[in-house]
């Protein structure tokens, strides 16, 4: 009889499906155990089959013949079954469709994920045959674990990590999963490097032998390499397992429980990769029950098996913390604080290899001066492990630096993070070309060979859907890209001609601004030829961007400061305008000089809350260094008010220098609702120990405060929770609600001004109706009290709270123009539905702030048409955001169109156009009307974008339409 053509499981896939359902059926309705001991103990009843979803020959139920013969018998196209719902499945019935099976298998495949990730009861395991050889192995792993133990090897830490598991919704930790890898598939844990891959196979071996229910086996892949032994070989031939032979090791892995951790397959070169897969294979084949978790930095083809993959999750700030307090204590928690306040620092402390390092520097050392000194700090402990410096000297010869340099100079001229594998390899032969014309190598490498060292040993990654390169942070790219900007500066800055190239080519392009700050760092804190470059390069940057020259000046040193500071006062003082919050005053402000002191005091301590304000949100960090050494001094003695004003914002928008005196100053104010304010703006930042500080001997009235308005959720800190404590319990006491307490304000007599007690209730009362009494109360209290009622709204926003009809109006009526992400981020959140809250964050955003608001409106309108098709989703989001857009203030909307007027098509023009000639005008409660000079702008729009469209030859009549009606809204 001729043999039939069918695509069947083999017994190893069938085991798979087996195993994914839990050895349940995938039969809704049913769920039955499958297999089971028989009764004297010695063998197993198995009454499941593995079922295809779609046959294996044709004539079969739900034969697909576009599927390889490959498809047709992979663990995907099985389900799991009981022998009669098995017999069901391959009935005629036409209800068992591909959809409705494949729907079933993943509904039990999840379900059996869940049972074992949640410690459950689990199904279909089995103990090894002779329970003393099981016992004698789990001793033996426990031994070696104890060995690992005292090898550099083992983590610094036992906070457990967290993963994520491909189709379960749900992260788990490395405990949790140590519970569950006897029974589940096969794992591949990827994650980039420092992520914490060899901690996490430690933390779940651990896990398992404390479970009780396996036997792990850790392999260093990377020594293993070196050995020539077999795997199995190179883990029996360790003291732990002296006494137990191969043979030993056969009979206890075929049962489930013994589980190999092949820790860094990324490590491994071409041969020994090759000779690992055969050996890997070969023990699948020979024990199907044995349990893989192989650890790589990203799922390559290569890897010997099919398996479910487990990505490492980054460090959350829990997690940090303790690791941080384990780790040096009280100092560790004050190292990762300074590290979170640290721009582009806080994401790198949530890999774990960075965040031990920092916490690794000597005892009472200062946190590293500079961020560049940060980064340099982390390389250097990336090239110190002693394998990755032995394989980066093998093929790299010591010059992995000049590699990466090359590659982020590529990256940051283009703009991008990522790069082709093409490019990547140019990079590193023009890298060689040129360290062989300066007599550095005689012998290139191959280019290939470079970059899979510096993937496996170092800080790059291998990126995207096609081959191709990135750093493992944007943050490592610039610091690697700043050793060439530093290089230019040092070699063109004095020659006229090239300083205007350095300008042109550097300064100039905004991809630049991380290496510019990086290189100005490390030359200012050089010798005496390298701090002259830095200042000419100050000089020269003003002459391109005034902003990036202040960073520059903020990020170097007095003695750099000292050649240039008269050159720099000269043509600021001829640049501002005395008493005006102009561009010259953020300059100031981000410079961080006292030089500039008698210009900025006067701005930012006016009494006039919208010069102040904008004064101190003119930049992105206020730097309080502008303020002088006796910065205290000044702030303590000014009103209540401008004290609340001024240290709010600084708490707010500084770095860890304005969060630490704002809660020096605040911690002895005398003026609860100072210290209250500090405290609200101490919470947004997340800086507890801040808030710890500020509160350690506030008085009754500051907690009743920051109760009232819920501002203080958890502090570990046991003076601050016994203040909160009781605050709530006189809270409690009092059983005055915020409706009788805003009446009784409304109709008080006399001149007493009530504004901060206005504030809080606003910012906190129940509104349970968009017009309930309580808010007619609020508007009879915005006659007296309006900066209150705006500043209770404002926090209402922020805090989520819900909003009446007209509370947008009423923000939109304060003129403000704030550019606060928090608020934008609300603005642009979810624009495809209504949103009180959305619509009442946009109407006080700055230009800045609803430019961003413009791109995005731009962004769904160039989505709204793909190959011709409508695309509902864009569409939603495109009117959702026109609508919001709607609401921001009319000067701050034309700023940010004239901004992108001139980069602008004839689609985003038209789309523009619409934007403003849709915005509510007039002097009703609902417009957002524009001033004198936006109208001005307006009418210049209209001519320029008219006179661009007729001298288009691509403009289309809707384009000219939208340009045409624009006039009408200006006044004749």
């Known amino acids: 009889m001729a043999k039939r053509n069918r695509d069947d499981f083999t017994d190893r896939t069938k085991l798979q499906i087996a195993k994914r359902a839990g050895w349940l059926c995938s039969f809704p309705t049913c769920r039955t155990p499958t297999v ?24 079969g139920p739900r034969y697909d013949a576009t599927m390889t013969p490959e498809e047709r018998s992979s663990a995907k196209n099985g389900i799991w079954m009981c022998r009669d719902h098995g017999k069901a499945i391959d009935s005629t019935d036409a209800q068992f469709t591909v959809e409705r099976l494949r729907e079933w298998k993943r509904q039990a495949e999840n379900e059996s994920w869940r049972r074992v990730l949640r410690n ?25 674990l104890r060995v690992f133990r005292q090898t550099a090897k083992w983590p610094v830490t036992s906070v457990a990590l967290t993963l994520k598991v491909d189709d379960f919704d749900e992260p788990v930790t490395t405990s949790s999963l140590a519970g569950a890898v006897t029974s589940l598939d096969d794992l591949i844990l990827v994650a980039p490097p420092g992520m914490g891959k060899t901690t996490t196979l430690f933390q779940i071996a651990e896990g398992v032998l404390a479970d009780g229910k396996g036997t792990p086996l850790i392999v260093p892949l990377g020594d293993w390499a070196t050995e020539g032994a077999t795997v199995l070989d190179s883990i029996l031939k360790r003291p732990a397992f002296r006494g137990i032979s191969e043979d030993d090791f056969r009979k206890a892995a075929a049962q489930p429980g013994i589980v190999l951790l092949l820790d860094g397959w990324n490590e491994l070169d071409m041969r020994a990769r090759s000779r690992a897969r055969v050996q890997v294979v070969a023990l699948k084949a020979e024990l199907p029950e044995l349990g893989l978790i192989v650890s790589t930095r990203r799922q390559a083809l290569d890897v010997p098996f099919g398996g479910t993959r487990v990505d490492l999750l980054p460090l959350n700030e829990g997690q940090q913390m303790q690791i941080a307090v384990a780790m040096r204590g009280d100092a560790g928690a004050k190292i990762v604080d300074q590290a979170w306040r640290t721009a582009g620092v806080r994401e790198l ?88 014309d300066n007599r550095q190598i005689t012998i290139k490498p191959q280019p290939d060979a470079v970059l899979n060292v510096l993937v496996s040993n170092h800080l790059l990654m291998r990126a995207g859907d096609t081959l191709g390169y990135a750093f493992q942070h944007q943050q490592f790219q610039e610091w690697y890209a700043s050793h060439s900007v530093e290089r230019r500066i040092i070699a063109e800055v004095d020659d006229p001609k090239q300083r205007e190239t350095l300008k042109a080519e550097v300064f100039n392009l905004p991809a630049w601004e991380e290496p510019i700050l990086f290189a100005v760092e490390r030359l200012a804190r050089g010798d005496v030829h390298q701090r002259t470059a830095c200042g000419k390069a100050i000089v020269a940057a003003f002459e391109v961007d005034p902003i990036l020259a202040a960073e520059m000046i903020f990020r170097s040193t007095e003695e750099v400061w000292s050649q240039i500071a008269a050159t720099i006062q000269g043509l600021v003082a001829r640049w501002h305008a005395p008493g005006k919050v102009d561009r010259a005053v953020r300059f100031m402000i981000t410079s961080g000089r006292s030089e500039f002191l008698d210009a900025v005091w006067p701005l930012i301590t006016d009494e006039n809350d919208q010069i102040s304000l904008k004064a101190l949100r003119n930049c992105r960090r206020f730097r309080p260094s502008v303020l002088g050494s006796d910065a205290e001094k000044k702030i303590k003695a000014l009103s209540p008010h401008l004290r609340t004003v001024l240290l709010s914002e600084m708490a707010s928008r500084s770095g860890m220098d304005g969060l630490d005196l704002a809660s020096a100053i605040a911690k002895n104010d005398p003026d609860p609702e100072v210290q209250a304010s500090v405290v609200d703006a101490l919470t947004f930042r997340r800086a507890d120990r801040h808030v710890a500080e500020v509160l350690q001997n506030a008085g009754e009235t500051t907690f009743d405060l920051i109760v009232r308005r819920d501002l203080v959720d958890d502090v570990d800190d046991d003076q601050v929770k016994k203040g909160v404590a009781a605050a709530r319990m006189r809270q409690a006491a009092e059983k005055t609600s915020a409706y009788d307490r805003l009446r009784v304000i409304v109709y008080a007599q006399g001149g007493e001004d009530r504004s901060a007690e206005l504030t809080d209730i606003i910012s906190t009362m129940e509104i349970e109706q968009r017009q309930d009494a309580g808010v007619q109360l609020i508007y009879e209290a915005r006659k007296r009290y309006s900066d209150a009622i705006t500043q209770g709204l404002l926090a209402r926003v922020r805090a989520g709270r819900a909003l009446f009809y007209g509370a947008d109006d009423i923000l939109a009526s304060a003129g403000f123009a704030l550019e606060e992400e928090a608020l934008l981020e609300i603005a642009l959140s979810d624009p495809g539905r209504h949103d009180d809250r959305a619509e009442a964050a946009a109407s006080v955003l700055g230009p800045i702030a609803v430019g961003r608001m413009v791109d995005a409106f731009l962004d769904a309108g160039a989505r709204l048409r793909v190959d011709g098709r409508f695309d509902q989703t864009a569409s939603e989001i495109y009117n959702g955001l026109q609508t919001r857009i709607a609401h921001v203030q009319g000067a701050s909307l034309v700023a940010a169109v004239l901004a992108r007027s001139v980069q602008a098509d004839n689609g985003r023009m038209a789309r523009l156009a619409e934007l403003l000639s849709r915005h509510p005008d007039g002097d009703t409660d609902r417009g957002r009307p524009f001033d004198p000079a936006s109208l001005a702008a307006v009418e210049a729009l209209v001519e320029d974008w008219g006179s661009r469209m007729l001298a288009s030859a691509d403009a289309q009549r809707w384009h000219k339409a939208s340009i045409a009606t624009l006039p009408a809204m200006l006044p004749p």
């Open 36 to 59: 089971g001991a028989t009764s004297d103990g010695e063998g197993e009843i198995n009454i499941g089959t593995a079922a295809h979803i779609c046959a294996a020959a044709p004539g």
């Open 120 to 144: 459950e009861a689990a199904t279909g395991q089995a103990d090894a045959t002779d329970p003393r050889l099981a016992q004698r192995l789990r001793a033996a792993a426990e031994a070696d």
């Open 349 to 436: 402390v949530t890999i774990p290899l960075y965040l031990t390092a920092l916490l690794s520097l000597p005892e009472n050392a200062p946190f590293p001066t500079t961020k560049e000194e940060v980064l340099r700090h982390f390389v250097a402990v990336h090239e110190k492990e002693a394998s990755h410096a032995e394989a980066l000297y093998v093929v790299a010869q010591g010059f992995q630096q000049d590699y990466l340099d090359g590659l982020a100079v590529f990256a940051t001229r283009a703009a991008n993070t990522a790069i082709a594998d093409t490019n990547a390899r140019q990079s590193i032969f023009d890298t060689e070309n040129l360290l062989a």
